[in-house]
């Protein structure tokens, strides 16, 4: 191992080598890219002898603090070490002493701004990111998440996500109407097994390909650009599934209140 004890040697090899491992996990060729490209920062950042200790990661974090480096990319490139850390089986080595990103205002999907946006692709006749839209809003999946939804999670009804390492995981419902129509269109497209939204050498789509489409649907759907995203999409499905329940709650304090009303119609201290 390129670790050891003692703090060991960051090398050119152990870094490749975790890519390897990462992809075939399934982890997207993005987040795989990503991950080369912030071990390789600190490699190129790091003292002649590469060697990495338990003070790497706080020396890193303050100098990139120091540098100006925004808190989002800061947090992404501690992470991509921490896992690498945690590959190596030297989680004393990771630091979560991360930098508190500021709180952004996303604009709000609403309901029928999302159904402007599937009537869009329908009538352009962009059924992969119709189907796209749909998978994203009405499941509840981040894009980072979509390369799991295979034919095979599809066929089974339900996804189950693993992130950290399988240290933390969520499994989510697939609708069965929708389960019908993901299993039709990887009929059409000939998609036998893998991710239902793969290229033609059945890769993942590419986020930023999936953004571009959304951006361009949105214009013919009449939506903001800014709205037609996938955390956009995302936090509709959150907002809509906590609806759903505030009304599921209400309705159930309504049902007990009559409850109460009759049997203190039978037994109440006047009756």
Not at 28 to 34: K, L, Q, T
Not at 248 to 254: E, G, T
Not at 255 to 264: Q, T
Request: proline content about 4%.
């Amino acid at each position: 191992m390129a670790v050891t004890t003692d703090g060991g040697i960051l090398s050119r090899e152990a870094i490749e080598e975790f890519c390897a491992e990462q992809r075939k996990k399934g982890r997207s060729p993005a987040g795989v890219e990503a991950y080369r490209r912030n071990l390789f920062r600190l490699y190129d950042e790091l003292p002649e002898e590469k060697r990495i200790t338990a003070n790497t990661a706080a020396e890193w974090r303050s100098r990139m603090v120091a540098d100006g480096v925004t808190p989002r990319s800061i947090n992404t490139r501690m992470s991509a070490l921490n896992s690498f850390c945690d590959y190596l089986g030297h989680r004393e080595l990771q630091n979560h002493d991360f930098v508190d990103e500021p709180e952004v205002a996303l604009p709000e999907l609403t309901r029928s701004e999302y159904l402007r946006l599937l009537s869009a692709a329908k009538h352009l006749e962009k059924e992969r990111i119709y189907f796209i839209i749909k998978t994203l809003g009405g499941v509840g999946l981040r894009i980072q998440e979509l390369p799991q939804m295979t034919v095979e999670a599809v066929r089974a009804g339900s996804v189950e996500f693993h992130y950290h390492n399988n240290r933390c995981q969520r499994t989510v419902r697939i609708p069965e109407m929708l389960r019908m129509e993901l299993l039709d269109y990887a009929g059409r497209e000939g998609i036998k097994t893998g991710p239902v939204f793969c290229t033609a050498r059945g890769k993942p789509v590419a986020r930023t390909h999936i953004c571009k489409m959304l951006q361009q649907i949105s214009q013919t759907a009449r939506v903001d650009e800014e709205k037609a995203t996938p955390r956009c999409l995302w936090n509709m499905y959150q907002n809509t599934r906590e609806d759903i329940l505030n009304s599921i709650f209400a309705l159930a304090d309504q049902a007990y209140d009559c409850m109460l009303i009759k049997e203190e119609g039978v037994v109440g201290w006047g009756a």
